[in-house]
């Protein structure tokens, strides 16, 4: 494995090639047993640290998610987006599903506008919603998010999970039962038409979400591959720290991202009412206190240190800016051992919407 820097603030770059060094470590140590077969830059990109992806292009390791539960205005969105940006986020995680792409993409052209940033310091990504995994509805989708985004390419477009749906412009099509609609679409066919998105200059990197390790293979080992997925964005923190599934990953060249790294939202649309607060857990509020952190920035710490890239939705403005101040710290082997054994395998997003659907991902142990 090597390690590379890119010229620019001392010390920053000495954080990002410690924080390469001590993943490597953890990656090859008897615990893990699990050498990774492939080359990762993990570079200073002026406020955090990136990942080089496999098809070449940049990864800011810790992200700003934008989903929000449906009580919350919109306006919101636009509201935290520059906050995010303010204080140094340059990785931005949206989705059509989401809806709320019209504001945060006005949020990004304030912040371009005003000098903050420039496009080209940005990472955005998008995902293709469920109704339209029909290839000829990919480029559709896609192509809905950017005219709300108000821009001309994503950085990153992803299948935002592997169950299809029936098209139309219900984001949840339900029958007279009140029972999803469910449709069987060959991933293969949905990534061969991101794949042409890619192509069209639509997005510079493409990926998948939710995916268990037999349907990534499925992709990889599809006839005609042109593109590998780049990444697999999955619910993982302290309590589904999903190492068989990152081992696996890096095994493929494929970064694993982290959603729900600090837990989940409450939206009882989603989530169960009586799942556990994962930051109120003991080992992590004592980690936090002995390293004067808060227990979120403890878990977002833990995985930078594993090489995920991490995703920390807020609309808070206080916590916002406390998600970001991850990397002037460390946590011992010792913290990071504590936490690997808090994996209890729980799952706070179990989109039983899907359990009936021959893709559903989560009856595979990984």
Request: charged content about 25%; aromatic content about 10%; overall charge neutral.
């Amino acid at each position: 494995m090597t390690w590379s820097r890119q010229q620019g603030s001392r010390d920053r770059n000495k954080e990002c090639w410690s924080l390469a060094f001590y993943s490597a470590q953890v990656n090859q140590g008897k615990e893990r047993q699990s050498l990774i077969a492939w080359t990762v830059d993990i570079m200073d990109l002026k406020h955090s640290c990136s990942v080089k992806l496999n098809d070449g292009h940049l990864m800011p390791m810790l992200g700003f998610g934008t989903f929000a539960s449906e009580e919350i205005p919109k306006s919101k969105a636009t509201e935290a987006t520059k906050v995010a940006i303010d204080v140094g986020f340059r990785h931005i995680d949206a989705a059509y599903f989401y809806q709320n792409e019209e504001e945060v993409g006005q949020a990004l052209r304030d912040k371009i506008a005003d000098g903050t940033v420039k496009r080209e310091d940005l990472f955005y990504t998008t995902k293709i919603w469920t109704t339209f995994f029909r290839p000829e509805l990919v480029r559709q989708c896609l192509e809905r998010s950017l005219k709300k985004l108000g821009l001309d390419y994503v950085d990153l477009c992803i299948i935002h999970m592997p169950t299809a749906m029936q098209p139309g412009e219900e984001l949840m099509p339900k029958d007279a039962n009140g029972k999803a609609i469910l449709e069987t679409v060959d991933i293969r066919d949905t990534w061969e038409a991101l794949e042409k998105c890619k192509d069209a200059g639509l997005s510079k990197s493409i990926g998948v979400s939710n995916f268990n390790h037999k349907q990534l293979e499925l992709i990889l080992n599809k006839p005609g591959l042109k593109y590998k997925p780049t990444c697999n964005q999955v619910e993982c923190h302290p309590y589904l720290n999903q190492s068989k599934l990152l081992e696996f990953c890096n095994s493929k060249g494929i970064v694993l991202v982290a959603y729900s790294a600090l837990g989940s939202h409450r939206d009882p649309n989603w989530i169960s009412s009586d799942s556990p607060y994962l930051l109120e857990d003991p080992v992590l509020m004592t980690i936090a206190k002995k390293h004067n952190r808060t227990p979120g920035q403890v878990a977002l710490r833990y995985q930078l240190q594993r090489g995920v890239v991490v995703l920390a939705k807020s609309f808070n403005e206080k916590r916002i800016k406390e998600n970001f101040q991850v990397f002037d710290f460390e946590l011992t082997s010792e913290d990071m051992k504590a936490i690997d054994s808090l994996n209890r395998n729980f799952r706070y997003s179990k989109m039983s919407f899907a359990m009936d659907h021959p893709y559903y991902p989560f009856l595979e142990e990984y």
